[in-house]
């Protein structure tokens, strides 16, 4: 039997995307977003709600960065989800989390984070859509597998389940391979 429950759009795992802008002093502002996504091969769709001082500065700066949250800084992460910028001037400095600024966008990348997007915002249609061109991607140097892949098992990072609100770590056992795992069945008629 399955029992029914509260709606909620029930996809597992959901990011843990921070994202990064700069306020129009040049101070950095960073939001935790959950609802995002890939949109195609060098776009990503975030959903960002337009009262937030990251839809305002993004508007103005056409660009922001999405670094992937992980599982050493939860607590930072979570307080730039429930502080905002509108209220709290210093809500980046409060971390202890570093940014520098990207040579391809206006936004600033943080330091802490082991993968960043660097995105230039493309016009998009929608209440709470904003996409992003990703321009640029890097991933820190210690977290590759000996054939100069990205090892996902060393990034430590964590995703958001919209049951319940927990933050959980994701991708520290491979299980299979996406295109070849199916292809059993395929063999055995
Ligand atoms: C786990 C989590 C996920 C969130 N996801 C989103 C989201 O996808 N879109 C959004 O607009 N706000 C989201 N928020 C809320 C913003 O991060 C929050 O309102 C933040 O204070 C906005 O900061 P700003 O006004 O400085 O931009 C989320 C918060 C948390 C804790």
Not at 1 to 15: R, S, Y
Not at 97 to 102: D, E, I, R, V, W
Not at 152 to 176: A, R
Request: some cysteine; glycine content about 8%.
């Amino acid at each position: 039997m399955k029992k029914k429950v509260k709606i909620t759009p029930a996809i597992f795992p959901m990011p843990v995307l921070m994202i990064a802008t700069y306020n129009e002093d040049g101070s950095v502002d960073v939001m935790n977003a959950a609802w995002g996504c890939a949109y195609d091969f060098k776009q990503i769709k975030l959903n960002i709600s337009d009262t937030h001082k990251t839809a305002e500065n993004i508007r103005r700066t056409g660009a922001f960065t999405v670094s992937l949250a992980d599982v050493k800084h939860v607590k930072e992460s979570d307080y730039l989800g429930i502080v905002s910028a509108n209220g709290v001037k210093d809500k980046f400095e409060k971390t202890g989390l570093h940014a520098y600024p990207s040579e391809l966008v206006n936004a600033p990348i943080i330091d802490e984070y082991p993968v960043c997007m660097e995105c230039k915002a493309l016009p998009f249609d929608g209440e709470y859509g904003v996409l992003g061109e990703i321009v640029n991607l890097t991933v820190d140097e210690d977290r590759f597998d000996e054939n100069g892949k990205v090892d996902i098992t060393k990034l430590g990072i964590i995703c958001y389940d919209t049951f319940c609100h927990g933050y959980y770590t994701c991708g520290e056992k491979k299980v299979g391979q996406a295109f070849s795992d199916g292809k059993d069945i395929i063999k055995n008629g």
